[in-house]
C-alpha cells in the first residue's frame, strides 16, 4: 500500500516537473533576439572580411571569389540562426547549401585553394550562427530569463581568432616556400630519358626563365615528336600563379 509520505513525494515530484516545464518556456525579448542577430552577423562579417581581403585576395585577385565567399557566409550564418530557432534540424540546413553547391559548383573546376577557403568561411559561418549567446538565469528562484553569456562570446571571439591565425601562418611567405607546377608541352624528346635529367632542366629553365625545381613527365607522343611535362618552381615573394595549368585558350577567363 501506499503511504501518505509516499502520496506527498510524489506530489513533490509532479511540482517540481512543472517548475521544469516553466523554465524551459522561458522566451528571449525583441530586443535580446535582435542583439543575438546583430553580434552574430558583424563578428561573422568581420572575420570572414580579413581572412578575404588580407590572405586570399591579396594573392589571387580574385573579384567573383571576393563576392561569392562574402556573400555565401553571410546567407550561410542567416539561414542557419533563422533555421536554428524552428524544428528544421541543422542536418537539413547543411543538406540545402550542399545540394546549391552541387548545382552552381560542378559546372566549372574550382581550385583547391578557393576549395579549402569556401569550407572555412562555412565552418565560421556554423560555428557562429550556431554557438548559444544567450544563456538561462534565474532558474533557482523560478523567474527564468536570458542574459547575454559574455564567457561564450569570448570563446567565440578565440576560436575565430585561432582560424585567423592558422591562416596567417600557413599563408606566411617566410614560413613555407609557395611552389606551382607549368604544364609545358615540349618538342625535344630526346631530353626526356634519365640520363639526359640535368640537360633538360637546364633546356627548360633557359626557356621558361625559371628556376626548375622537379620535372615529370608525362605522355609522349612520338608522331609529333612532343611530351606533356609538368615543372615544379618556387614562386617569388609576392608571385601567384593561377593559370600554371590551363592548356587551352577557351579555359582562360580574365576576372
Known sequence: MISM??????????????????I???MMTTSQSITELVIRFFLNLLVCWIIIQFFYYRKSRRRDYYFTFMVFSSAMLMLLYMMGNVEVGVGLTLGLFAIFGVIRYRTETVPIREMTYLFVIIALAAMNGLAPVYKMAGVATSSAHYVLSTGTILVMVLANALVVCLIWILEDER???????????????????????????????????????????GHVDFLRDA????????????????IDTLTKPKDFIEQ
Open 5 to 22: 509520505q509516499d502520496l506527498g513525494d510524489y506530489t513533490l515530484a509532479d511540482e517540481d516537473l512543472i517548475d521544469v516545464q516553466s
Open 24 to 26: 524551459t518556456d522561458a
Open 175 to 217: 614560413l613555407l616556400k609557395h611552389t606551382s607546377a607549368k604544364l609545358v608541352l615540349y618538342d625535344k624528346i630526346e631530353l626526356i630519358v634519365p640520363e639526359k635529367r640535368t640537360e633538360l632542366i637546364a633546356d627548360l629553365e633557359s626557356r621558361i626563365g625559371v628556376k626548375v625545381d622537379n620535372v615529370e613527365i
Open 227 to 242: 611530351a606533356f611535362i609538368k615543372v615544379y618552381y618556387t614562386l617569388g615573394k609576392g608571385e601567384n600563379a593561377t
